[in-house]
């Protein structure tokens, strides 16, 4: 599912994205002068927040294999000097091996065709002591409170089998950052809980994946059509994992 800009705006406009992308900025400890890499930056979101931290003398390099995502991360960032956005692919980076002090990816291994080459690929770039953030979700976890459980899990199970290519990468993060040779420093799990039906709405696509997730034979119209009428009521709560890893590229004898 290749999200679209105003969904991802939507997203970033939430309490736990601004709280979560906080943390991220935080952990990479971004000093004056750094060169700073965002993969899969999509519409610029964090370039800004990047650009103020790595300062007049630093540089920041957006990155994102789709043409409408580098257009708008680059008319965003338009009146920032030091940021520039490429548009290549997360699986062979526009950069020269240890060019970068840090970087971040942000909920793009999920759509990844090889998550481990593109963890792999920032190693490559990352000097030795850099520092990544990678955040991700898991959807094997999504987890939706409804009097009608049996439709509900039909539904998790939907999203968990068909919603994004890799779906349970939050759990994986750990392990794939550790093969890809990095130290792993820290591992939070945010699973943020969502309580307002819009805002429900907005993060999951309740109502386009109830719609998919009928047409793939895995919800009875007729119960998803009162499911939703709950959802779209209240009380709900929906939640799922959501895993941020710090992790640093030691120089292979320091490991
Ligand atoms: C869910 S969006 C996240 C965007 C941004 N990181 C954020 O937090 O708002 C995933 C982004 O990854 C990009 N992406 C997916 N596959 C990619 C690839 N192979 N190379 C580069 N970018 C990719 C998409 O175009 C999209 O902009």
Known sequence: MAATIDYLDKIAATDSAGAYKLHMLEALAVEPGHTVLDVGCGPGTDLAALASAAGPSGAVVGVDHDTAMV?????????????????????????????????????????????PRA????????????????????????????????????????????????????????????????????????????????TAEQVFGLRRNTRRAVEAGFLDREAAARWREHLDRGPVMVTASFVIVLARADHPAER
């Open 119 to 198: 963890l792999r690929e920032i190693r490559r770039v990352l000097r030795p002591g850099g520092l990544v953030a990678l955040a991700e979700p898991d959807w094997h976890t999504l987890a939706i409170d409804h009097p009608d459980l049996a439709t509900s899990l039909a539904f998790t199970r939907f999203v968990a089998e068909h919603a994004n290519r890799n779906q349970a990468m939050g759990r994986q993060v750990p392990r794939l950052a550790e093969e890809a040779g990095f130290t792993v420093l820290s591992v939070l799990n945010a699973a943020p809980v969502f309580r307002d039906p819009a």
């Open 71 to 115: 257009d708008e991360a680059r008319r965003r960032t338009a009146g920032l000097p030091g940021v520039q956005v490429e548009q290549a692919d997360a699986h062979a980076l526009p950069l020269e091996a240890g060019g970068a002090d840090r970087a971040r990816m942000d909920r793009v291994m999920i759509h990844l065709d090889d998550p």
